[in-house]
T-cell receptor, first 110, second 113 residues
Framework: GQNIDQPTEMTATEGAIVQINCTYQ??????LFWYQQHAGEAPTFLSY????GLEEKGRFSSFLSRSKGYSYLLLKELQMKDSASYLC???????????FGAGTRLFVKA | SQTIHQWPATLVQPVGSPLSLECTVE??????LYWYRQAAGRGLQLLFY??????ISSEVPQNLSASRPQDRQFILSSKKLLLSDSGFYLC????????????FGPGTRLTVT
């Protein structure tokens, strides 16, 4: 079956670092996406990991361990505008389908 | 540059009424197209995807259908809406090559009353 798990909600303080974890069990794996979704808006792309390891892009970094079925999104120097849902998604083999987790709602407080 | 449009932005429909949501992509050709539904506070559920004109794959059996009459047009339909069809409907596209990042439209918020 297909299963993607993320924490439902997290709270962090402005200026701090937060790590959002994602574990997955899917029938086929090509890569893992992270998307950001502000309330009432469409998701926007953050990162795509294909190989194991850490990929850094500005304040955001994403890590993947394929053997453990595990990924995390690391957000540094948190800003109020980072308050949003963060969706972990697995790109399945075959190229056409992406399976989304339920998302983690992040609240950044002053 | 590529853009994706969806309309309408919001819709309130009674139970049993028909539905037609439209999605168009500009600035690209032969995209892979997707319809997702997102219930309140939930993740994205893949409903349909299409890799070409007239080619539709259904992921979830339900009272919805999809069509792709033109290369860059994707339509989601229903003959009779159910209360459970309420949600945020998102259309997305990918280039259909080695790039699999999905680009989402602005979405349609559907409320079935």
């Amino acid at each position: 079956g297909q299963n993607i798990d993320q924490p439902t909600e997290m709270t962090a303080t402005e200026g701090a670092i937060v790590q959002i974890n994602c574990t997955y069990q899917t029938s086929g794996f090509n890569g893992l996406f992270w998307y950001q979704q502000h309330a009432g808006e469409a998701p926007t792309f953050l990162s795509y990991n294909v190989l194991d390891g850490l990929e850094e892009k500005g304040r955001f970094s994403s890590f993947l361990s394929r053997s453990k079925g595990y990924s995390y999104l690391l957000l540094k120097e948190l800003q109020m505008k980072d308050s949003a849902s963060y969706l972990c998604a697995v790109h399945s083999t075959g190229g056409f389908k992406t399976i989304f987790g339920a998302g983690t709602r992040l609240f950044v407080k002053a | 540059s590529q853009t994706i449009h969806q309309w309408p932005a919001t819709l309130v429909q009674p139970v049993g009424s028909p539905l037609s949501l439209e999605c168009t992509v500009e600035g690209t050709s032969n995209p892979n197209l997707y319809w997702y539904r997102q219930a309140a506070g939930r993740g994205l559920q893949l409903l349909f995807y299409s890799v070409g004109i007239g080619q539709i794959s259904s992921e979830v059996p339900q009272n919805l259908s999809a069509s792709r009459p033109q290369d860059r047009q994707f339509i989601l339909s229903s003959k009779k809406l159910l209360l459970s069809d309420s949600g945020f409907y998102l259309c997305a596209w990918t280039p259909g090559t080695a790039t699999y990042e999905q680009y989402f439209g602005p979405g349609t918020r559907l409320t079935v009353t």
